[in-house]
C-alpha cells in the first residue's frame, strides 16, 4: 500500500505563476523527498528533507515539513512550461529501508 | 555516472507466458529496488536488495514474482504466468547504502502489456 498521498490530484497554472503541492503521509519517517516523473519516463530526484528539518531551498523549489501534522509541501516558483509533469513525494520509514510514494499531483503549466 | 539502465523498455507478451527485465544499477550503490507503477498512480514498493541480499518483499507481491541480484550488481526480476493485471510500468532505482541520504536513481522503467 503506499504511504502518502498528494493533494491536489491535478493542478493547471499559467506560466510565472507558482504552484504547490502537499504531501501527507502516516507514520514516523526518516526523511521525505519529492520526485518529479515527465510522461512515460522514470522518476528524477528533487530534493530532500530530513526528520529533523523544517525547511529547505533548491533553486525554485521550496519544501516544507512538519512532522507533528505529517504532512510536506512542495512550492514551484516562477513556474515554466517544462514543470509540466507529475510529482510525488517518497517517505522512507524510521522503521527500514524502503521508501513510500504517493500518489501523485499532475501539474500543467500553460504557457 | 551512466545512469540505470533497464531492459527491454517494452514488452508485449500473451497471459500465462513468462517474462524477465534486468536493471543495471549504478556502478557503485549498494541498494538496488522495485517498484510497479500503473497509470495515473504513484510507484508501488516491490522488493529491494543490498548488494546481493534481498532484504525486503512485498506482501502485496504474489510467489509468481520473483527477484535476483546474484553478484549484487544487475538484477532481474522475473514474473511467471503472467496475468492481465501484471500489465504495469516497472522501475528499477539504486542508491547508495547510507550517506547519500537515500536519493533513488531511477531507469527510464520497462514497460509490460499483458494481453
Known amino acids: 500500500s503506499q504511504q502518502g498521498e498528494e493533494d491536489p490530484q491535478a493542478l493547471s497554472i499559467q506560466e510565472g505563476e507558482n504552484a504547490t503541492m502537499n504531501c501527507s503521509y502516516k507514520?514516523?519517517?526518516?526523511?521525505l523527498q519529492w520526485y518529479r516523473q515527465n510522461s512515460g519516463r522514470g522518476l528524477v530526484h528533487l530534493i530532500l528533507?530530513?526528520?529533523?528539518?523544517r525547511e529547505k531551498h533548491s533553486g525554485r523549489l521550496r519544501v516544507t515539513l512538519d512532522t507533528s501534522k505529517k504532512s510536506s509541501s512542495l512550492l514551484i516558483t516562477a513556474s515554466r512550461a517544462a514543470d509540466t509533469a507529475s510529482y510525488f513525494c517518497?517517505?522512507?520509514?524510521?522503521?527500514?529501508?524502503?521508501?513510500?510514494f504517493g500518489t501523485g499531483t499532475s501539474l500543467t503549466v500553460i504557457p | 555516472d551512466t545512469g540505470v539502465s533497464q531492459d527491454p523498455r517494452h514488452k508485449i507478451t500473451k497471459r500465462g507466458q513468462n517474462v524477465t527485465f534486468r536493471c543495471d544499477p549504478i556502478s557503485e550503490h549498494n541498494r538496488l529496488y522495485w517498484y510497479r507503477q500503473t497509470l495515473g498512480q504513484g510507484p508501488e514498493f516491490l522488493t529491494y536488495?543490498?548488494?546481493?541480499?534481498?532484504?525486503?518483499k512485498s506482501r502485496l507481491l504474489s510467489d509468481r514474482f520473483s527477484a535476483e541480484r546474484p553478484k549484487g550488481s544487475f538484477s532481474t526480476l522475473e514474473i511467471q504466468r503472467t496475468e492481465q493485471g501484471d500489465s504495469a510500468m516497472y522501475l528499477c532505482?539504486?542508491?547508495?547504502?547510507?550517506?547519500?541520504?537515500?536519493?533513488?536513481?531511477f531507469g527510464e522503467g520497462s514497460r509490460l502489456t499483458v494481453l
Open positions: 532505482a539504486s542508491s547508495k547504502l547510507a550517506g547519500a541520504g537515500g536519493e533513488l536513481f
Open positions: 507514520t514516523s519517517i526518516n526523511n
Open positions: 517518497a517517505t522512507q520509514p524510521d522503521t527500514g529501508n524502503q521508501f513510500y
Open positions: 528533507i530530513r526528520s529533523n528539518e
Open positions: 536488495f543490498q548488494n546481493e541480499a534481498q532484504l525486503e
